[in-house]
């Protein structure tokens, strides 16, 4: 589960942020929505601790991890924090199999071949374990990102933007993918977004708000 409060956070030349509290448990989706400018990515990468807040708490499982700094949070981050970023990012020379291997082994977690290969069936790709990235089509590189997300049973999995290029079938296609792997592994999954499409497929949602942003 993740646990928000009185979260803030300051850019040095740009806008002052101030976050509404929330809390999403294991086995729960949730949207972060609003418009350009509101914060969500900087929320985003507040709640995977990729940058300190200027005040407030993530507190992720029992773990407030705005206490945490240097090689602390990065092995917390990489053994509970599942990240599905907008543009995928993999490691070229590298096949499907081993980007998830590769995630398991940097985050100081065992190898696990058997799951990583359950993870990819799950998603319909295991007939790609073998193939480069780079020959994947964009469809398939997004279930492979879902799955490096996966692979390390995170107990909180976040997902930016991760519809917004899909049309409308593919859309909930994707959603409802991401929602029952997060859940089979009783994670909480925050997915922050634009796309209004997903505000009748996921009840809870936290709205951020331009009266927050003081510029």
Same mark, same amino acid.
Not at 42 to 69: C, E, F, N, Q, R
Not at 104 to 109: I, R
Not at 195 to 209: A, F, H, N, P, S
């Given at each position: 589960?993740i646990?928000?409060?009185?979260?803030?956070?300051?850019?040095?030349?740009? /806008?002052?942020?101030?976050? /509404?509290?929330?809390?999403?448990?294991?086995?729960?989706?949730?949207?972060?929505?609003?418009?350009?400018?509101?914060g969500?990515?900087?929320?985003?990468? @507040?709640?995977?601790?990729?940058?300190? /807040?200027?005040?407030?708490?993530?507190?992720?499982?029992?773990?407030?991890?705005?206490?945490?700094?240097?090689?602390?949070?990065?092995?917390?981050?990489g053994?509970?924090?599942?990240?599905?970023?907008?543009?995928?990012?993999?490691?070229q020379?590298?096949?499907?199999?081993?980007?998830?291997?590769?995630?398991?082994?940097?985050?100081?977690?065992?190898?696990?071949?058997?799951?990583?290969?359950?993870? @990819?069936?799950?998603?319909?790709?295991?007939?790609?374990?073998?193939?480069?990235?780079?020959?994947?089509?964009?469809?398939?590189?997004?279930?492979?990102?879902?799955?490096?997300? @996966?692979?390390?049973?995170?107990?909180?999995?976040l997902?930016?933007? /991760?519809?917004?290029?899909?049309?409308?079938?593919?859309?909930?296609?994707?959603?409802n @993918?991401?929602?029952?792997?997060?859940?089979?592994?009783?994670?909480?999954?925050?997915?922050?977004?634009?796309?209004?499409?997903l505000?009748?497929?996921?009840?809870?949602?936290?709205?951020?708000?331009?009266?927050?942003?003081?510029?």
């Amino acid at each position: 589960m993740i646990r928000v409060e009185d979260l803030a956070y300051s850019y040095s030349k740009g /806008p002052s942020l101030k976050f /509404p509290d929330f809390s999403v448990k294991g086995d729960e989706a949730c949207l972060v929505l609003g418009q350009s400018g509101v914060g969500k990515t900087t929320l985003l990468h @507040l709640l995977a601790g990729l940058m300190p /807040p200027k005040s407030g708490k993530v507190i992720v499982g029992d773990t407030d991890i705005s206490t945490l700094s240097g090689n602390s949070l990065d092995k917390f981050r990489g053994k509970n924090v599942g990240i599905i970023f907008q543009k995928n990012h993999f490691v070229q020379s590298l096949n499907v199999l081993e980007n998830l291997l590769l995630t398991q082994k940097l985050s100081g977690v065992k190898q696990d071949v058997g799951y990583a290969k359950y993870i @990819l069936s799950q998603l319909n790709i295991e007939q790609y374990i073998s193939k480069s990235t780079n020959d994947l089509s964009e469809g398939e590189k997004q279930r492979v990102s879902i799955a490096r997300s @996966l692979v390390n049973k995170p107990k909180l999995i976040l997902a930016d933007e /991760p519809t917004s290029a899909l049309d409308d079938d593919n859309c909930e296609a994707v959603y409802n @993918l991401l929602k029952g792997q997060a859940f089979e592994i009783d994670a909480a999954l925050v997915i922050v977004t634009h796309d209004g499409r997903l505000k009748d497929l996921v009840q809870k949602k936290v709205i951020l708000d331009k009266s927050e942003v003081n510029v």
